[in-house]
């Protein structure tokens, strides 16, 4: 989890509260550890810069030891995952053959319910991914206040070798066994779309689950996030994780001191990125970026990268990617030739898969700041270095922290059974036009009619918002907020002369002041 380090000089990379460092024994012993141990080696480390102020914090009577054991003690309980399963199951598909397929479910924690990860399809799926990932999003959820505890889930397919219907079949059956098994329902866990699954898939899960073990509960539908708005889907939830990528970029770029320290100006304008990845993240994380002045000259893919200095156009890549399934051979740009994280840039997004940027090619990054828009790009080793050359790293943890705040979003829409702004979107508009009124009369009142009435024109930005705000509105509102909040949690935990890491001490506070160290067997 994030993890801040004191530091002897103002280096933007170190001062990122939010910043999870890799464990240095992890890192001493293995050049290139696994994922699961990367995120192992984030929470040690992590756990042993903030021991001190959580023992120092707590108000109990205990001695210092019985302190130090108790913090010990919730740690050790918050490391592990708690619940993980491998299921197997077949379908028969369209040639009548039969397959056996694999799916990972992981539950971090079952202190705070219910708990919310993405539902991946991918032949690298494994148990110890699943287990990463699932305690990754406890970090992040914690990052971002939302009421959520992590979880993950894999199916071991590549999607792109099954029709339409065969992925219909092993999507509902991964949901039955899933619910037989405890890992889905609207207080247990509550899915996400993730790579290679978007609102199709989840729609299934909606209703597989719906028709069967929730066909008595009212608020079965928000046993799933990222539907289809026909399904009790949320507006933005689609572009929610770019969305939230934009906004973490924005909160640090407009920062005078962090931008001073890096040689740069304050601001979009001029500033020049590229994104690794043109998925969900990426495409949205492009598309804001341009639109508020920064120009993308460079994306990767895994089948090709693209080059153009001048600037590349998001919604033209997109509809060439729609229509040719790829962004090699979009007009008016160049093939890259080499690693698309290597050429100089303001801004790097790496938004592909983790452990990207690793010790192999950390010294040929030119970037300024890396934004980290996937799980885990930064291997150990990279890390280290990257603040050693005061290059920033914005983490992933608050990075991508966007499309789990929108799902939080639509799962309070599901559990409340009506839309944000139903109930109150015509007395704003009212409420709009008699303020306008209420103000006209004032002034004729106090100027008189002599020159004729005296009419109040709104401004054009206000005439868009005088209707009242729509459920868009307000998730754009909330998720912009949440960004900005923890921003400058961040920054106010960087400022600190003892430095200590922020995701930590809010995950072992819920822990710590709900007794999670207790049991009923404890008692006996």
């Known amino acids: 989890?994030?993890?801040?380090?004191?530091?002897?000089?103002?280096?933007?990379?170190?001062?990122?509260?939010?910043?999870?460092?890799?464990?240095?024994?992890?890192?001493?012993?293995?050049?290139?550890?696994?994922?699961?141990?990367?995120?192992?080696?984030?929470?040690?480390?992590?756990?042993?810069?903030?021991?001190?102020?959580?023992?120092?914090?707590?108000?109990?009577?205990?001695?210092?030891?019985?302190?130090?054991?108790?913090?010990?003690?919730?740690?050790?309980?918050?490391?592990?995952?708690?619940?993980?399963?491998?299921?197997?199951?077949?379908?028969?598909?369209?040639?009548?053959?039969?397959?056996?397929?694999?799916?990972?479910?992981?539950?971090?924690?079952?202190?705070?319910?219910?708990?919310?990860?993405?539902?991946?399809?991918?032949?690298?799926?494994?148990?110890?991914?699943?287990?990463?990932?699932?305690?990754?999003?406890?970090?992040?959820?914690?990052?971002?206040?939302?009421?959520?505890?992590?979880?993950?889930?894999?199916?071991?397919?590549?999607?792109?070798?099954?029709?339409?219907?065969?992925?219909?079949?092993?999507?509902?059956?991964?949901?039955?066994?899933?619910?037989?098994?405890?890992f889905i329902g609207c207080g247990i866990d509550v899915p996400a779309p993730d790579k290679s699954t978007g609102e199709l898939e989840m729609s299934w899960i909606a209703d597989a689950y719906a028709s069967t073990i929730g066909h008595y509960d009212i608020n079965a539908h928000a046993c799933v996030i990222g539907k289809p708005i026909s399904q009790g889907g949320i507006h933005g939830r689609i572009s929610a994780t770019g969305h939230g990528v934009f906004h973490g970029i924005e909160n640090f770029i407009n920062e005078a001191s962090y931008m001073s320290i890096l040689g740069m100006t304050s601001g979009f304008g001029g500033k020049t990125f590229f994104v690794q990845g043109f998925g969900n993240a990426g495409l949205h994380s492009m598309r804001y970026l341009h639109r508020f002045g920064a120009k993308c000259i460079a994306v990767g893919e895994s089948d090709g990268s693209i080059w153009n200095p001048d600037g590349i156009d998001p919604k033209e890549l997109e509809d060439f990617k729609l229509q040719h399934g790829s962004i090699v051979g979009f007009p008016k740009v160049k093939p890259y030739e080499g690693s698309i994280l290597e050429p100089y840039c303001d801004i790097l997004i790496p938004a592909a898969s983790e452990k990207q940027l690793s010790k192999s090619n950390e010294s040929r990054v030119k970037a300024k700041i890396i934004a980290e828009g996937d799980n885990g790009p930064t291997t150990p080793e990279a890390d280290k270095i990257f603040l050693e050359r005061n290059i920033m790293v914005i983490p992933d943890l608050y990075m991508n922290a966007g499309g789990v705040t929108v799902s939080y979003f639509e799962w309070l829409k599901n559990l409340k059974h009506v839309s944000y702004g139903r109930l109150t979107f015509k007395y704003e508009r009212n409420s709009n036009y008699h303020l306008f009124m209420s103000v006209e009369e004032t002034l004729e009142r106090k100027c008189g009619k002599h020159g004729g009435a005296i009419p109040i024109v709104p401004t054009a930005e206000f005439q868009d918002r005088i209707s009242g705000a729509s459920e868009k509105d307000i998730m754009h509102s909330g998720l912009v907020c949440t960004m900005e909040h923890s921003a400058r949690q961040i920054m106010h935990t960087a400022r600190k002369a003892a430095a200590y890491v922020n995701t930590i001490e809010k995950v072992f506070k819920v822990y710590n002041e709900a007794g999670a160290t207790f049991t009923y067997m404890d008692y006996g």
Not at 106 to 133: F, W
């Open 1 to 182: 989890p994030a993890a801040l380090l004191a530091h002897r000089r103002p280096q933007p990379g170190l001062v990122l509260a939010a910043r999870r460092h890799y464990s240095e024994e992890v890192a001493e012993r293995e050049d290139d550890p696994s994922f699961f141990k990367t995120v192992e080696g984030f929470f040690n480390r992590g756990a042993s810069i903030v021991q001190d102020k959580l023992v120092e914090d707590l108000r109990t009577r205990e001695s210092e030891e019985q302190k130090r054991n108790r913090v010990g003690g919730i740690f050790r309980i918050i490391n592990p995952c708690n619940h993980m399963l491998s299921v197997s199951f077949r379908i028969r598909r369209d040639d009548s053959s039969w397959e056996v397929t694999k799916g990972y479910p992981a539950q971090h924690s079952q202190h705070r319910m219910p708990c919310n990860g993405g539902v991946h399809y991918s032949t690298d799926v494994s148990i110890d991914e699943v287990k990463a990932l699932a305690s990754l999003m406890t970090c992040k959820c914690a990052v971002v206040g939302v009421l959520f505890w992590g979880a993950k889930a894999g199916v071991k397919i590549s999607p792109k070798y099954y029709t339409n219907n065969e992925l219909e079949k092993i999507t509902r059956r991964f949901t039955i066994e899933l619910a037989k098994k405890g």
